[in-house]
């Protein structure tokens, strides 16, 4: 049997998380439950693709009838959770071909209603990863070497900081009051949504020593990252965290198609 030998955390978008692995053969892929939280899915309907595919609502996208391919591995990376146990995987023309096809399939609005979330996830995955590709070939044409998902996150770092957030402490640290005063929203609601980010969000400890020297009185207190705080931003839909999401992924309420002239121009699509 094929073995899983890496494993990692893929976050391309803030907030969604998925589990990665390479094979012993070199092959990139997901596991099922990570293509179905990339593409907002419920992972029994994905598995449930496998004996319906091609769906009547995607042929059209689909190049020659691909078919959905997937793969039973062993997990031996050591860092995984799901070490020693056998797990379903995607490679990445899989994903790459599910990913095309829903949002093909939103954008001339062929979707039933309880498909177009899918295809929403599947258009902002098509920007987002665009951007990155552009950036990263751009570095490394340039003879820089950088990696995927940090100049992913990077861009949103940057996004954070043209919206006019500001860091209290030195070395781009922030705090609570920091996010609560940006996103304008109640601590509460923030405790809550670290709460169930405490995984994959860290907080950085602050010394009495740095706080006092920064004006402060507390003896000891959480920062964080810009890089989490742009996770915390477009991870909640306050006012502030919709606008982000806008710039980051566009209004994919509005696409370009054709008219019936072959013209391209704007139209409104329902989400």
């Given at each position: 049997m094929t073995k899983a030998i890496n494993y990692g955390k893929v976050e391309l978008i803030p907030g969604i998380i998925c589990d990665?692995?390479?094979?012993?053969?070199g092959t990139a892929v997901m596991s099922e439950r990570g293509t179905a939280d990339l593409?907002?899915?419920?992972?029994?309907?994905?598995?449930?693709?496998?004996?319906?595919?091609?769906?009547k609502t995607l042929k059209p996208f689909?190049?020659?009838?691909?078919?959905?391919?997937?793969?039973?591995?062993?997990?031996?990376?050591?860092?995984s959770p799901h070490k020693g146990v056998n797990i379903t995987v995607y490679d990445t023309k899989t994903i790459e071909t599910l990913i095309f096809a829903y949002s093909m399939a939103f954008v001339h609005r062929k979707l039933r209603e309880n498909q177009r979330h899918i295809g929403e996830?599947?258009?902002?995955?098509?920007?987002?990863?665009?951007?990155?590709?552009?950036?990263?070939?751009?570095k490394q044409a340039c003879g820089l070497s950088t990696n995927i998902q940090q100049a992913a996150q990077q861009n949103y770092v940057e996004l954070v900081k043209q919206f006019g957030f500001t860091c209290s402490f030195e070395?781009?640290?922030?705090?609570?009051?920091?996010?609560?005063?940006?996103?304008?929203?109640?601590?509460?609601?923030?405790?809550?949504?670290?709460?169930?980010?405490?995984?994959?969000?860290?907080?950085?400890?602050?010394?009495?020593?740095?706080?006092?020297?920064?004006?402060?009185?507390?003896?000891?207190?959480?920062?964080y990252s810009l890089e989490d705080v742009s996770k915390i931003a477009l991870g909640m839909d306050s006012v502030i965290g919709?606008?982000?999401?806008?710039?980051?992924?566009?209004?994919?309420?509005?696409i370009v198609k054709p008219n019936t002239k072959g013209e391209i121009e704007w139209q409104q699509v329902s989400a």
């Open positions: 990665g692995y390479v094979l012993n053969d593409l907002g899915m419920n992972q029994m309907a994905l598995n449930r693709l496998k004996t319906k595919w091609p769906l689909i190049d020659n009838d691909l078919p959905l391919k997937t793969n039973l591995v062993e997990v031996m990376a050591e860092n996830r599947s258009v902002i995955l098509l920007k987002a990863l665009v951007i990155t590709a552009l950036e990263i070939s751009i070395n781009e640290i922030a705090t609570k009051k920091d996010i609560i005063n940006f996103l304008d929203i109640p601590a509460s609601t923030l405790n809550s949504f670290l709460k169930k980010r405490q995984d994959d969000i860290q907080p950085i400890k602050l010394d009495y020593q740095t706080i006092k020297a920064n004006g402060g009185t507390a003896t000891r207190m959480n920062g919709i606008e982000l999401k806008k710039q980051a992924f566009g209004n994919i309420g509005t």
